[in-house]
Nanobody, 125 residues
């Protein structure tokens, strides 16, 4: 069973940056797709960014050009670099993992099986 532990959330002003980290319990980084989903207070869930074992990436249109997903295979760590943050980025961010059953851009539309506990990101205007 994959265990995922996020860190790095916090409160920033609009235009600021944060980096989220996710430590995986096994060598998940190269064996399946991993990514970041978010859920806001209105319970809307969105697949933000995904990456596969070959390093291919996909992003939601709402974060393209501002967020970057990356992985450290040796340390089993997934990252999300978030720049130019906006108030609408405020949400609970979850690290997720699941087999790569479809193309990454479609994988972001599915509901992965493995989720971390989440880390809160709050962006003030």
């Amino acid at each position: 069973r994959v265990q995922l532990v996020e860190s790095g959330g916090g409160s920033v002003q609009a235009g600021g940056s944060l980096r989220l980290s996710c430590a995986a319990s096994e060598n998940s980084v190269n064996t399946r797709c991993m990514g970041w989903f978010r859920q806001d207070s209105g319970k809307k869930r969105e697949g933000v960014a995904g990456i596969d074992g070959n390093g291919n990436t996909a992003y939601a249109d709402s974060v393209k050009g501002r967020f970057t997903i990356s992985q450290d295979s040796a340390k089993n760590i997934l990252y999300l670099e978030m720049n130019s943050l906006k108030p609408e980025d405020t949400a609970m961010y979850y690290c997720v993992a699941d087999p790569c059953t479809v193309e990454l851009k479609y994988w972001l539309l599915l509901r992965p099986n493995y989720w971390g506990q989440g880390t809160q990101v709050t962006v003030s205007s």
